[in-house]
């Protein structure tokens, strides 16, 4: 019997059994568990090739192609959360009612990504020689031809110059079709969480130079901890605590001198060991320092998420570079054509972070007792949301 209300192919058919919302009626309309997730069709993708090929089935088979069509699952909640996110960033303002659905769609997303993490260890259930019994069957096909992944790196900010190329091939190189091909290079032109999120931070309330003028009162702030040192490696006796001091002294001499000099910032960003731009470096620390303030609570939670993303990811890359180990070893070559493990391996380091100025951001935080005060104004101005001061 076809569904009075929708169209929609899924309601259509009303004869598979058991509704969502028992009966239907105008609010819920006959909907069966079945039709609304698409069961047939999503169940039936579960075709282990061993089987296909008329031989007899590989059990473990199908287990390596849940895992991996429930990876690519998540892949589309990630880029759809991802997506939203960068949308809700795009804007010039970002109107700070919004910060709270940020938050929770990038606490969704880390969320997400800790479970992936934790579900290699299903797949480890899998013993090397079941998985060889199948592994030809997979011909050349590759988690590195998993578009989504792609697009999720592409959507965060991995740039093409910071990936590690295999047999000197660029990474779209491996997909073979157009619409593939053209989704990677949509994701690599749209602007990246990265970019909007830089944006974001050099608005920072307080930047500016013709107000509070956080930069500079931090910059005074610092030379006056380096200061207090120096004084205190004079005035102490103790040889080898005067050492330390001195190496604490000239370590934090450098460390500052590299966040100062714009110069020097830039070399690290050439170099790749930095990305945010300057100013939003300023941004980030500022609101680091200041979390406290009520406007900054919800900033300061959004670069917490934005680092356990990373993080997560960089989990991700260690946990299945293990699992690889396991089941091919460390010297027989990847079914998408790399150097296998090795190749992986050389995934690991700080290229494939996104937020590493985040991740880095504590070598530059300061004690609690030489942060610049805010004044009144500014106290003021991070006491309470834009909106209702606009509004007073
Ligand atoms: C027995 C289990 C697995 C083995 C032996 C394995 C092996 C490999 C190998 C050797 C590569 C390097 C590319 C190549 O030459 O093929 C690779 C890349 C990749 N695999 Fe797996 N993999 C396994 C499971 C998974 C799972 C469950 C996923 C989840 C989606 C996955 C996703 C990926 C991705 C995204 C890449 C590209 C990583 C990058 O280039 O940074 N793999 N895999």
Not at 26 to 36: A, G, I, L, V
Not at 86 to 97: G, Q, V
Request: proline share 3%; with cysteine.
């Amino acid at each position: 019997m076809a569904c009075p209300f929708f169209t929609d192919e899924r309601l259509k058919d009303g004869q598979n059994g058991g509704t969502l919302d028992g009966e239907g009626n105008e609010d819920t309309p006959c909907m069966s568990y079945r039709n609304y997730l698409q069961l047939d069709q999503l169940l039936d993708c579960v075709k282990p090739t061993s089987e296909m090929f008329g031989k007899e089935l590989v059990h473990d088979e199908h287990l390596f192609i849940i895992t991996h069509q429930a990876y690519e699952l998540w892949f589309k909640q990630i880029i759809f959360e991802l997506d939203s996110v960068r949308k809700l960033f795009s804007s010039e303002a970002i109107d700070e009612n919004r910060m709270l659905r940020i938050t929770s769609r990038l606490n969704r997303i880390v969320v997400i990504l800790k479970l992936l993490v934790d579900q290699i260890v299903i797949l480890e259930t899998m013993a090397p020689l079941d998985f060889m019994e199948f592994r030809r069957y997979l011909s050349s096909a590759s988690g590195f031809q998993s578009v989504q992944f792609r697009v999720i790196e592409n959507k965060l900010g991995v740039k093409n110059e910071h990936r590690v190329n295999f047999s000197k091939e660029k990474y779209i190189t491996v997909f073979p079709d157009k619409k593939s091909i053209d989704m990677i290079l949509q994701s690599e032109e749209e602007p990246s969480l990265c970019c909007l999120v830089q944006k974001w931070l050099e608005r920072t309330p307080g930047l500016e130079k013709d107000g509070f003028n956080f930069w500079k009162k931090f910059e005074d702030s610092v030379q006056a901890q380096i200061e207090t040192l120096k004084t205190q490696i004079e005035l102490e006796t103790n040889e080898r605590i005067k050492e330390e001091l001195k190496t604490e002294h000239s370590q934090k001499k450098e460390t500052f001198e590299g966040l100062f000099d714009i110069e020097r910032h830039n070399a690290f960003v050439a170099r790749g060991e930095r990305r945010f731009s300057h100013r939003a470096l300023q941004g980030a620390l500022m609101v680091s320092l200041y979390r406290e303030e009520p406007r900054f609570n919800q900033p300061f939670h959004i670069l917490t998420q934005l680092t356990d993303i990373d993080a997560c990811i960089t989990k991700w890359r260690y946990n299945h570079v293990l699992m690889v180990q396991r089941m091919i070893g460390s010297h027989k070559l990847g079914t998408g054509g790399s150097s296998g493990y090795w190749y992986l391996r050389s995934t690991l380091s700080d290229r494939y972070k996104v937020f590493v100025d985040l991740c880095n951001l504590s070598q530059f935080l300061i004690p609690a007792c030489y942060i610049p005060p805010l004044t009144p104004q500014m106290k003021y101005r991070l006491s309470i949301k834009e909106e209702s001061k606009r509004s007073e």
